[in-house]
């Protein structure tokens, strides 16, 4: 398993300002085709779960989205995660690993 950091990309509207996530090409809340790329690197934990197969959290970034995505071991609400691709998919990780 490999593991890169790396920056999942939202979108904001010029004109109203609404962002979204994943990148859109066009603002789905007024139609305008201004947008303007943000990066999103990393995010707060506001929810976590675990399935049988994996581990799920709700991540909060500093602008306000909140994303859904795997994560690549168990992550506490509050915890800081961080976005990587392992395998080809994204995943979230804290900065400091949990001790087992």
């Known amino acids: 398993m490999t593991s890169t950091d790396v920056v999942l990309a939202a ?3 010029r004109s109203c300002g609404d962002r979204r996530f994943p990148a859109k090409a066009v603002c ?3 139609g305008s085709g201004q947008l303007d790329q ?4 990393h995010g ?3 929810a976590s779960t675990r399935t049988t197969t994996e581990t799920i959290v709700e991540v909060t970034e500093p602008g306000g989205l909140r994303i859904v995505g795997p994560a ?3 992550i506490v609400v509050g915890d800081t995660a961080v976005v990587s691709l392992v395998d ?6 804290t900065e400091t690993p949990r001790e087992p």
């Not at 943000?38 to 690197?41: A, F, L, Q, S, Y």
């Not at 080809?88 to 990780?93: A, D, N, V």
């Open 38 to 41: 943000i990066p999103i690197t």
């Open 72 to 74: 690549t071991e168990p």
């Open 88 to 93: 080809g998919r994204f995943t979230w990780h």
């Open 28 to 30: 789905s809340n007024c």
């Open 11 to 13: 979108t904001k509207c």
């Open 44 to 46: 707060t934990v506001d």
